[in-house]
């Protein structure tokens, strides 16, 4: 039959298949729009399908119609008949499944990736170097994560903060995590041990030696670390750790004291009658046996021996001070024991999954009692042996924390301890240096309540004022809660030149961000105790122990900080007047009025809202390298700022700029001021320098005098794994001879395996 | 050096695993990144692996 058009009779779906058309498809979603906005019928459905057939039957006189085209032609004959607002729902929906599809297709690209490719070759895989992208659950644990954040964007996001998200104005840190959690806590163990607790099986009560207390200590922060997803830090652990001591000291004295006197008298079994006349005399005293008594202690707990236990005065006498003797030599070994237990515990356990040691960071210094300088010794002997085979120890941080008057100065308390830190830190790289004195600390410290020293997390994170509750500006029970950083260097390109406009859009996104880490906030407030098992579950986190189990969160997470970082002044300063606060002395002004600009709306965003608003240092992990690549694809490859692969770090000095280790501090030195959310600075020095213990204790003594809040001296420290050598390596090992990759000469291994014998390696086996 | 074991006091046990001591194995590194230490780059993303090549030293100096 002539000039009849042939019906369709297939469609081309988006995936290339072919299938048959049905008209019912076409009506029924045409319906289903109409009956969204109330506009139209069945009828008027049908007669709209049968257009847009007539339509189709018109254009592809011989061929199959596509979706798209058959998508396009139902919202124009919708608008035709003038169903307007139906074709506006119609619209609507056609796009947001154009966006799930495409998300998905990411999602799915994002799987393949971490499924197939190997760690060295995706950059993706190593986002988080602390997680083993190859192993089964560190991608897991990768796939968990994509997962999340393609749900997150999909879902929870304000339009207009996902824009910025996906352009690169902004970065929203660990935001796989965003309904979930929140960021890291600073540990209060004293507290903590006193109470007891729970991991979830079983009830730990109050340990009761150092090794307890060590161990229960790796305990807690692999217990809060499951519950969150940054860091944990102990900002107490002299304190802590010093009650442990005391507690072995007393123990061990006890048994020793039993012991020698048994051996006097040739009995056995007197340890009941020595405890009671221990016991007696310590009431007496008003102060148990410990590592000082006070010095009539032990002539009294001599005299009462003697008399009590049959055992002539000045052999009872000669006595306590064996037992002394031995009791402090016992103690300190063990203390050692268990300091070097808790190093090796944190550098080895998993949680998270099994895919990742837990990022933990441990602060002490200002203990002055001879149990917590005990403590500190050995934790930091521990540290300077390293492992097994005399590994560096990556885990944890260690922050110790210098204050005038306690263990800066010589002649104060603990001047020893600050000596050896630096001494070990010039061969271990830790610790780090936290500054008590700095005007912006020291603001907060009053002595006897360590509660009020800045503390910090290893990574940076300072917690410390307390806008939402002024009576509670302590470092104890207390954390970040998220955190989103602002692409600066963007803003000085886009601004090009213009100082005006630079401030103007960095308001705009400053607003943004703020709002983004309320909306987080929303979502983190309305969890239950019960979502937090062990940091509000066993009253970790502060006040957290007055709510009961199914109660939400909202008031006692307002305790914690909502941060705003940033990254890359440098480049931003390059950007916008064509030098950075290195090379020009007049750019350093620039750059501090940028950042008291920051600085200065969250402190007015703190007071409006009562909460803890904090700007911060970001530490740019993964984001180091991100917003640059997008913006080397926006604004091409600019000298100084967007031809690297990365942007430098907060408010650095760029690391690849040559300028002296004390300048580069004067410089840096007053932003830590400005970041009350966190701040670090960096000196890298040479190995031999920091073989030099005096030179490295130089630059800590620069940090303190130019009022750094956060220092860390970087330094190289190689180790051969096959003789064990730490320190400077260049070409050749100088303990065995031996070069990179090459085997140890074999004319060197009799006499290595005399002079080393404890070296397992030279037993052939590695 | 023969491949002998020889079991007498005075002298020490070399045995077949002498002759390979250390082949292949490299030095470890230990580099400070993001707050962390590592003894391998391997780990890291492109990004701050750039950033570590490009580390200079800071001279002790006072006045530069």
Same mark, same amino acid.
């Given at each position: ?9 297939? #469609? ?12 019912? *498809? ?28 007539? *339509? ?8 199959? $119609? ?90 929870? &996001? ?76 102990? $900002? ?91 009791? &402090? *030599? ?49 934790? &930091? ?85 307390? #806008? ?37 859009? &960095? ?93 200065? +709306? ?48 907060? +408010? ?58 956060? /220092? ?24 065995? /001879? ?6 140890? $000469? ?10 080393? $014998? ?9 | ?64």
């Amino acid at each position: 039959m002539e000039g009849l058009i042939p019906m369709i009779r297939s #469609v081309i779906k988006r995936d290339g298949r072919r299938v048959l058309y049905d008209q019912t *498809k076409i009506a029924s979603a045409i319906l289903r729009a109409m009956e969204a906005v109330r506009e139209g019928n069945a009828e008027d459905a049908a007669r709209v399908a049968d257009s847009v057939e007539a *339509k189709l039957e018109a254009i592809f006189p011989a061929k199959s $119609p596509d979706i798209e085209t058959i998508q396009d032609t139902v919202e124009h004959q919708l608008m035709q008949y003038g169903f307007n607002d139906t074709a506006k729902a119609y619209i609507l929906y056609r796009a947001n499944r154009t966006t799930t599809r495409d998300a998905n297709t990411a999602l799915m690209k994002t799987i393949n990736e971490i499924t197939q490719e190997d760690a060295i070759d995706s950059d993706l895989k190593r986002d988080n170097a602390n997680i083993d992208g190859n192993t089964a659950m560190g991608s897991m644990l990768q796939i968990g994560s994509a997962g999340a954040k393609a749900y997150n964007e999909m879902y929870l &996001l304000r339009p207009e903060h996902a824009k910025a998200f996906r352009e690169g104005d902004i970065y929203i840190h660990d935001f796989d995590f965003y309904h979930m959690t929140t960021t890291c806590t600073q540990i209060d163990i004293l507290t903590l041990f006193h109470n007891g607790f729970s991991t979830g099986h079983g009830y730990l009560r109050e340990p009761q030696s150092i090794a307890s207390y060590a161990a229960l200590a790796a305990i807690a922060i692999q217990s809060n670390q499951n519950d969150q997803h940054g860091g944990q830090s102990i $900002p107490n652990f002299d304190y802590a750790m010093a009650e442990g001591v005391g507690k072995s000291y007393h123990k061990n004295f006890l048994r020793i004291l039993t012991e020698v006197i048994e051996d006097e008298k040739d009995e056995d079994d007197l340890q009941d009658a020595v405890e009671k006349i221990l016991t007696d005399v310590e009431r007496t005293q008003g102060e148990l046996a410990k590592l000082e008594n006070r010095p009539d202690f032990d002539s009294r707990l001599a005299a009462a021996l003697s008399e009590g236990m049959g055992v002539p005065t000045d052999v009872m006498a000669h006595l306590m001070q064996r037992v002394r003797s031995r009791a &402090l *030599k016992r103690t300190d070994k063990d203390t050692y024991q268990a300091m070097e237990g808790f190093v090796h515990n944190l550098n080895t356990m998993h949680s998270r999954a099994g895919a990742q040691t837990p990022f933990s960071s441990i602060n002490y210094g200002t203990d002055t009692t001879p149990e917590g300088r005990m403590a500190m010794r050995n934790v &930091l002997l521990a540290l300077d042996a390293g492992l097994g085979h005399g590994e560096t120890c990556i885990f944890p941080i260690h922050i110790f924390k210098v204050k005038e008057g306690v263990n800066y100065n010589p002649g104060d308390p603990n001047y020893d301890l600050f000596r050896l830190s630096c001494k070990v830190s010039a061969k271990r790289l830790f610790p780090n240096f936290v500054f008590l004195d700095s005007p912006y600390n020291l603001q907060y410290y009053v002595p006897g309540r360590p509660e009020t020293e800045v503390a910090t997390m290893g990574c940076r994170t300072r917690v410390m004022g307390n #806008v939402y509750d002024p009576t509670r500006q302590i470092a104890y029970s207390r954390g970040n809660l998220s955190f989103t950083s602002i692409n600066l260097p963007r803003i000085a390109l886009e601004s090009q030149h213009d100082e005006a406009a630079f401030y103007k859009r &960095l308001d705009e996104l400053l607003e943004l961000v703020a709002q983004q880490l309320l909306d987080r906030f929303e979502i983190q407030a309305q969890k239950h105790v019960y979502n937090f098992p062990f940091l509000m579950g066993q009253g970790v986190w502060l006040d957290s122990d007055k709510l009961h189990i199914t109660d939400t969160v909202r008031e006692v997470l307002k305790h914690g900080t909502l941060s705003i970082g940033f990254i890359g002044l440098a480049e931003t300063l390059t950007a916008l007047y064509g030098h950075h606060h290195g090379e020009m002395p007049e750019m350093e002004e620039k750059g501090l009025e940028i950042i008291r600009h920051m600085r200065a +709306f969250c402190d007015k965003k703190s007071q409006e809202m009562k909460m803890n608003f904090t700007l911060l240092a970001t530490p740019a992990e993964g984001l180091s390298g991100k917003f640059i690549v997008q913006d080397q694809k926006r604004f091409g490859k600019i000298p100084g700022i967007t031809d690297r692969e990365y942007y430098t770090n907060s +408010f650095h000095i760029p690391v690849w700029y040559p300028i002296s280790a004390y300048d580069k501090i004067r410089l840096e030195a007053p932003y830590h001021a400005l970041c009350n959310a966190g701040h670090i600075s960096y000196v890298e020095l040479d190995g031999d320098t920091a073989r030099n213990v005096e030179a490295f204790e130089q630059v800590v003594r620069w940090m303190h005098d130019c009022e750094i809040g956060y /220092g860390s001296i970087n330094h190289p420290v190689d180790r051969d794994p096959v003789c064990g050598y730490v320190g400077v390596i260049g070409d050749v090992c100088p303990r065995c /001879g031996r070069r990179e990759g090459h085997r140890v $000469p074999p004319s060197r291994i009799e006499e290595l395996k005399k002079l080393y $014998p404890d070296i397992v390696a030279f037993r052939g086996i590695e | 050096m023969d491949n002998q074991t020889v079991h007498n006091d005075n002298e020490v046990i070399l045995d077949n695993r002498d002759e390979k001591l250390g082949e292949g194995v490299g030095f470890e590194r230990i580099r400070r990144i993001t707050g962390y230490l590592v003894g391998t780059m391997d780990k890291w993303n492109d990004a701050k692996r750039a950033e570590e090549r490009d580390r200079v030293k800071h001279s002790l100096a006072e006045n530069e």
